[in-house]
């Protein structure tokens, strides 16, 4: 009995050669994103009781 189906092997093959990049990968698109959001924001005080 084989361990490993055919299908799978090419399922796998095929996800090797993708370079699409995934919402969660961190790097420069992210860095200017939160810059963004963060250039707009004053700073927050805290009253003190």
């Keep these: 009995m084989k361990t490993k189906r055919r299908w ?23 860095a200017e994103t939160t810059a963004r959001r963060n250039a707009g924001q004053t700073p927050k005080t805290v009253a003190s009781a």
């Design 8 to 30: 799978l092997n090419s399922v796998l093959n095929e996800a090797a050669k993708s370079n699409t990049k995934m919402p969660w990968v961190r790097g420069q698109r992210r």
